[in-house]
Each structure stands twice: as structure tokens, then as C-alpha cells.
């Protein structure tokens, strides 16, 4: 088993779940082979220590790759009393697809706000030689959100969720990568609300801003991990 199929396989462990893409398929990936292991704020810190990302100052970030642990995300319709009835996927745990897409949407966001605002990467859809892509997945998602829209909830839950995020930086001309890093990390909440009998209230709002404080966390963490590159090209 040749290097580049090891560290898949060990992002893989981490994730404790399969990618889309097969480890054979994965190890194909230009310039996995000459990534380097570094101590650094993920788990798996991988850099291309040939490579002068002080020439990159423009970013392409490609759509989030979601995969929740249960399969596929709920389907819920509406009967002709205008109640609803979810179809759910065949293995149980997964979220409704209104959540799914909001969960999605919510760490785009977060991702782009805080690459785009802090590290001075201009984000941009065209490649160039100045240009990296940003391939995010995150994986085994676990959510613990209530389904429907509530002032209050109660619960006696630290943790909203917990996800594998895997970063993949790449050359947008070349396609080779250069980066990659990957971390499994809880969602914790942060509890602004009164406690009763062990229980927390808190709102629904504040349970998806946890969600949001965790992305943006991790894309402060790589945003960490590209300025550390770049002062030692």
C-alpha cells in the first residue's frame, strides 16, 4: 500500500464512514504523494513543503460536500389536512432535508465569511496562476436540532452535532494539490439559556449560531494553517 492510500485511509478513520470516492480513486489526486505530515490545528495536517503559497491570494471555494451519518436526509410532504407526514430514509438518524440544506448553507457561509473577510483571499469562481480551490466535505454529520421551528428548547445536550471536515487546497490550473487537512470536532453549544432540573432553554437561533461559531472556527483554523505556509515558503 503506497503513502498516498495510507493518509486516505486515515481520513477516512477519522470520518468513520466512507467517502464518495473510493481510496484507489482518492490516491489518484495529483500531488497527494508529496504531501508532507506537520503538527498543526487538525488532526491530519498535510502541506506540500515545495510549494510557495505566498503567490496564492485568490480563492475558489467549491461547494460543500455533505454526508450525514443515516443516509440520505428526510423527505417531508404535506397531507391534504395540511399536516406533515415524513418519509424517512431507510436507515434511520437522518435529518429532514429542510435541515440538511440549511446545515449545508449555514457552513458555506461561515467558510466564505471568514476566508474571505480575514485572510484577504479574494473569492472568485475564475483559476489562475494566483488562485487556489477550496474543496470542502464534510462527513458522518450527526445533528441534534429539533425538526420543526420552536421558541424554546430544552435540553440537556453540550453537543448540537458533530462532523469530520476535510479541507483539499488545490492549484485551480494544475489541479494538483497542496494542502490537505481534516478533523473530526463536536458542534458545543454555548448556553445562554436558563437552567431546569439539569436542563437548559435555549432557541433554536442559538443552536444554529453554535453551528455557525464551529465552521467559522474551522475555517479560522485553516485560514491559520495557509498564513503558517506562507510565512515559511
Known sequence: MNKATVLVLAVALIAGSTFAMSA?????IPGLERLAKQTGKFQITLVDPDTDFT?????IPQTVMLKFRGGAPRVESRSATGTNIRKRSKTPGAPSTDIAEKFKATVSRAFNKELG?????QLTAESGADTLILRTAIVDVV???PDKNTRRVESTADIVGEG???FDLL????GVIKARMADRR???RIDEGVSHYGASLTTEAALWSDIERWARRAAADLRF???KAKSTS
Not at 484507489?24 to 489518484?28: A, D, H, L, N, R
Not at 503567490?55 to 480563492?59: A, E, G, L, S
Not at 492549484?171 to 494544475?174: I, V, W
Open 171 to 174: 492549484d485551480s490550473t494544475t
Open 117 to 121: 473577510e480575514k485572510e484577504s483571499f
Open 164 to 166: 469530520t471536515i476535510l
Open 24 to 28: 484507489e480513486q482518492t490516491s489518484q
Open 143 to 145: 445533528l441534534n436540532l
Open 55 to 59: 503567490q496564492y491570494d485568490k480563492m
Open 186 to 188: 463536536a458542534i458545543r
Open 225 to 227: 494553517e495557509i498564513r
